[in-house]
């Protein structure tokens, strides 16, 4: 089970929001590169990147932080971007840049062709974000509520061939209320491309609930503000993660 840090970015700093509301932001870091240095040294396998300025615009606006932490991490570790990719010369730019995947999410359920051609263009390189409620998908910023099944959809986009899905409950996410484990399992039974878990982490009961699991094909979990609130501590959990793993 691999543990991946969010670094949410607005207005080039590092902040978390509280379901998505962009008015409701902690600011964490004013130097994101620094952070992504701070949770490369605790152990981090990968990270994982917002850009919600982007996501709410429809089109990178972060990129100066983008930039500083993927010239901090080089090639140590995989970076994932999610967050106002909308086109394919946006996503050949993101790798280009350095950015090992990207995540589409709004873009991907609003123009299912769109993400198709991503997929052909970039194989290997595309992970599907899906944020539900009750097991319906919500898009722009969790503001509107689709009439989409979030599994079939993840069948779906699982034909045209992304990497992986991040599934979020919408209703856990930055709330530290645990993650929604059985409609989390339900998605990745369904499936066979791996489920990252993403929305609820609080603790490590959390983590050792999704190592459980994670046989079922969850292969992840992307945590947020437990770790920088300081209720989950990073290292240790990825530690227990890999001992639980056998690794």
Known sequence: ???IPAIDLKDGHCVRLKQGAMDDATVFSEDPAAMARHWIDKGARRLHLVDLNGAFAGKPKNEPAIKAILAEVGDEIPVQLGGGIRDLDTIERCLDDGITYVIIGTAAVKNPGFLHDACGA???HVIVGLDARDGK???DGWSKMTGHDVVDLARKFEDYGVEAVIYTDIGRD?????????ATVKLAQALRIPVIASGGIACMKDVKALCAVQGEGISAAITGRAIYEGTLDFKKAQAEADKLSGR
């Open 1 to 3: 089970m691999l543990l």
């Open 122 to 124: 970039f194989p290997g």
């Open 174 to 182: 930055g709330m530290l209320s645990g993650v929604n484990i059985e």
């Open 137 to 139: 998908v919500a898009v």
